[in-house]
């Protein structure tokens, strides 16, 4: 098994590319090792001194380190905790459905909103180790919440408000703003 690694925009994150997939449906994000308890596998990287966070995305993984860790002795140590992971068959990466938020009804407006989130945006933050979920609309506003290394990115505040927030009041006249929530 060969696993490719990626820097993010993120310095404090990086992507892990196992080459097989990881995720089949959905994303799960994991800001604790007691949180990763429901993921074999966060939980197992959790157990790496210095994992501050882990992100499961479709085919990566995004690690995050606290700030005293360095690349330099994290990074083998987390190639050979996801290599043991995938070639032992410690199947499934997580033991129960990913989080789902009830949006309650949805409008026209949150329905434009979610698709140009999923197929224009979702798409370039995953590139980055990331991934981006709707939370609400509410009087012209739009939350989100960035997950994976698009969560706590220097330049994350930047792509919202001059990429995302610019690109969905272009489309969605309604949308006044972007913010990001936890």
């Not at 909103?113 to 933050?125: G, W, Y």
């Amino acid at each position: 098994m060969f696993i490719q690694t990626e820097n993010t925009p993120n310095p404090s994150t990086l992507k892990f590319l196992p080459g097989r997939e990881v995720m089949p449906a959905g994303t799960a994000d994991f800001g604790s090792a007691e949180a990763a308890t429901r993921s074999p596998l966060a939980a197992k990287l959790f157990t790496v001194d210095g994992v501050a966070s882990v992100f499961l995305g479709g085919d990566f993984i995004t690690v995050g380190k606290t700030e005293a860790a360095t690349w330099g002795t994290l990074k083998p140590l987390l190639l050979s905790a996801i290599m043991d992971f995938f070639t032992a068959g410690l199947l499934p990466v997580i033991n129960e459905g990913t989080e789902k938020v009830s949006d309650g009804e949805e409008t026209d407006i949150v329905r434009q909103i979610k698709e140009l989130l999923d197929t224009r945006v979702r798409p370039a933050v995953a590139q980055d180790g990331g991934d981006i979920i709707f939370r609400s609309f509410d009087d012209g506003i739009v939350y989100v919440h960035l997950q994976g290394a698009c969560s706590g990115c220097p330049s994350s505040t930047a792509t919202l408000k001059h990429g995302i927030e610019n690109m969905l009041k272009y489309y969605v006249p309604e949308v006044v703003a972007v913010q990001a929530v936890d």
